[in-house]
């Protein structure tokens, strides 16, 4: 994602719904891979009152096609009291797969005094994974 400078705006690209990897001759396909790739996960926040202010965490987890955690991360986040709106952005540089599918990242809120997350959002990924001799 791009913020321009002038108008605080984001551009979103390069925005991604599936990877297709190539395995070279060899590779073990049965072991979890770590992928080296640079991408983010940009999210928009919004409070429906702005006179409060929200602190609490983001919870990002990603999960493999059969519902298995792989990941997650947890991030602060804080609204101020006036604020009525807040981008975040997670940037990760690798992902971790183990076979073809649809994984999904959760993205979850816990404000300041809550014991749970909820779920705010599922973004899919879709991910195929090629073996060599597939290829050729």
């Keep these: 994602s791009l913020i ?3 108008s605080n705006n984001l551009t979103l690209s390069d925005v991604l719904e599936q990877v297709t990897i190539r395995l070279k001759n060899g590779m073990a396909r049965n ?11 940009v999210s928009m926040w919004m409070k429906e009152k ?19 955690l792989i990941k997650d991360v947890i991030q602060p986040i804080e609204m101020k009291q ?10 990760f540089n690798a ?3 183990k076979d073809s599918g649809d994984y999904y990242f959760k993205i979850k809120l816990k404000e300041e005094g809550e014991k ?3 779920t705010e959002s599922e973004i899919p990924l879709e991910i195929n994974i090629l073996d060599q001799t597939a290829i050729d």
């Design 4 to 6: 321009d400078s002038e």
């Design 31 to 41: 072991n979890l891979l770590t992928i080296p790739f640079e991408a983010e996960i």
């Design 50 to 68: 702005q006179n409060e202010s929200i602190k609490g965490e983001v919870k990002v987890e990603l999960f493999d096609p059969h519902g298995s």
């Design 82 to 91: 006036k604020v009525k709106r807040l981008r975040s952005r997670l940037r």
């Design 95 to 97: 992902f971790s797969v």
């Design 116 to 118: 749970d997350y909820s």
